[in-house]
């Protein structure tokens, strides 16, 4: 059985997240930059680009970015979002990222896309390969989930119906030890010639706190600079931020 990253990450994806939009996208992306202080024309790699709202954002203000990710239909539709072919598009595993060592002065790792491996080595390999292809000083940054908000503020259940595609998608989320889960069911409205009317998926992602994340940029060779609430630079408080947007600095 293959894990659930191999599977949740299709067409149907694209369905349960059409919401987010490329002008919210260049908006986060502008006050991520300037947590990050890059200059014009600075080599970044998006980590699980996905659909590629980011890394097109990212081009547009003039960097030369790299969008790598693990799934086809994804990449797909990123180079949709691409018209003039200003990004690299890879297809590639976060965890033997297919690039030279010291390629990229930044990397972004954005949405939780983070945490999702059951082996602890492989999540603490995807830091590894973040410092493995930035260049001395180089500066990467990961928005990840707040666990302590994510306990707080769970929805267990929602239901919504897309009357344009003909719809309806029920999310069923928990906490289970240490993952949060999501199981998503997609309903066809109007089901026809004896199609299979309900398509499922899982989604699952590490709880892991910041003290985690401390320790392990530090055996990775990353030196944690930056830890933010979110993208407008707040300060991460435990007790209430809704993101943990790290940013570490390549030793």
């Excluded at 894990?3 to 260049?26: C, I, Q």
């Excluded at 908006?27 to 970044?44: C, D, H, N, P, T």
């Excluded at 026809?192 to 706190?209: C, F, H, I, P, S």
Aim: with cysteine; glycine share 10%; charged share 30%.
């Amino acid at each position: 059985m293959k894990p659930w990253y191999e599977t949740s990450f299709g067409n149907d994806y694209m369905l349960v997240y059409k919401h987010r939009d490329m002008e919210a996208a260049r908006k986060e992306i502008e006050r991520m930059i300037r947590l990050l202080g890059l200059r014009q024309g600075a080599k970044v790699l998006d980590i699980g680009c996905g659909m590629g709202r980011h890394s097109v954002a990212l081009s547009d203000l003039g960097f030369a970015v790299t969008g790598v990710d693990l799934s086809d239909d994804l990449l797909e539709e990123a180079r949709q979002h691409d018209a003039n072919g200003e990004v690299e598009w890879i297809h590639g595993d976060m965890r033997e990222l297919p690039f030279e060592d010291g390629s990229f002065d930044a990397t972004v790792n954005l949405f939780t896309s983070f945490g999702y491996f059951a082996r602890e080595s492989d999540n603490i390999g995807v830091l590894r390969n973040i410092r493995r292809v930035l260049r001395p000083g180089g500066l990467c940054l990961i928005d990840f989930l707040n666990p302590t908000y994510v306990a707080e503020h769970l929805v267990p259940h929602s239901v919504r119906e897309d009357e344009e595609e003909g719809v309806r998608i029920e999310e069923v989320r928990r906490i289970d030890g240490e993952w949060v889960k999501k199981e998503i069911t997609i309903t066809e409205l109007d089901v026809k010639d004896g199609k299979d009317a309900k398509r499922q998926y899982v989604e699952r992602v590490r709880l892991y706190e910041l003290d985690w994340f401390r320790e392990h940029f530090a055996s990775s060779g990353l030196d944690l600079i930056g830890v933010y609430g979110n993208y407008d630079g707040i300060p991460y408080r435990e007790a209430d931020s809704n993101r943990l947007v790290m940013i570490g600095r390549a030793i």
